[in-house]
T-cell receptor
Framework: EAGVVQSPRYKIIEKKQPVAFWCNPISGHNTLYWYLQNLGQGPELLIR????????DSQLPKDRFSAERLKGVDSTLKIQPAELGDSAVYLC???????????FGPGTRLTVL | GNSVTQMEGPVTLSEEAFLTINCTYTATGYPSLFWYVQYPGEGLQLLLKATKADDKGSNKGFEATYRKETTSFHLEKGSVQVSDSAVYFC????????????????FGTGTRLTIIP
């Protein structure tokens, strides 16, 4: 069974430029999460989707970050414009509705210059 | 709010040594507890979990016991191998019981473990 897929794996951009990350969850997983992981820290939740509905986006900086999960499968996380402090690893995870564990993708490492 | 405090790393051990990585937590409800592992260049993988007090999670020779009285979930392994070198994260989900996988995970800062031959 394929795991959570994320792309790109690495991205380097200039500050003030836009950037987007893509996630394809495990087939059949209705819940999708985006986490931010700063260097030397544990992941922190940005947003959680149940199907296509964002049920927890309280930690998402909405002035520059946006996310969507059209059709309740793939998801895209966008930053516009990017700032130096956004350099981090962006992780996507998915889980089943029955409360089993979250499965993580390999992440996208973003560097903002 | 919820929080997880992990033993600071890095931790370096010789092969076949005994491993303990300490983890304590603060939560408002009845959390489920997890250990995740991140091997170099890979994503986080669930190592083991426990959903209620006195439960013991185990996998790949690792084990951790949910201690409500000390709010701890220490990770242990009797004999580590070079292949265990990774970063280990303790986490909690404050839903408790059923449906724990669909709530926000609160992570510790991670402990980097290096095993030398």
């Amino acid at each position: 069974e394929a795991g959570v897929v994320q792309s790109p794996r690495y991205k380097i951009i200039e500050k003030k430029q836009p950037v987007a990350f893509w996630c394809n969850p495990i087939s059949g997983h209705n819940t999708l999460y985006w986490y931010l992981q700063n260097l030397g820290q544990g992941p922190e939740l940005l947003i959680r989707y149940e199907n296509e509905e964002a049920v927890d986006d309280s930690q998402l900086p909405k002035d520059r970050f946006s996310a969507e999960r059209l059709k309740g499968v793939d998801s895209t996380l966008k930053i516009q414009p990017a700032e130096l402090g956004d350099s981090a690893v962006y992780l996507c995870a998915s889980s089943l509705d029955d409360g089993t564990a979250q499965y993580f993708g390999p992440g996208t490492r973003l560097t903002v210059l | 709010g919820n929080s997880v405090t992990q033993m600071e790393g890095p931790v370096t051990l010789s092969e076949e040594a005994f491993l303990t990585i300490n983890c304590t937590y603060t939560a408002t409800g009845y959390p489920s507890l997890f250990w995740y592992v991140q091997y170099p260049g890979e994503g986080l993988q669930l190592l083991l979990k426990a959903t209620k007090a006195d439960d013991k999670g185990s996998n790949k020779g690792f084990e951790a016991t949910y201690r409500k009285e000390t709010t701890s979930f220490h990770l242990e392994k009797g004999s580590v191998q070079v292949s265990d070198s990774a970063v280990y994260f303790c986490a909690l989900s404050d839903q408790g019981g059923s449906n724990f996988g669909n709530e926000k995970l609160t992570f510790g800062t991670g402990t980097r473990l290096t095993i030398i031959p």
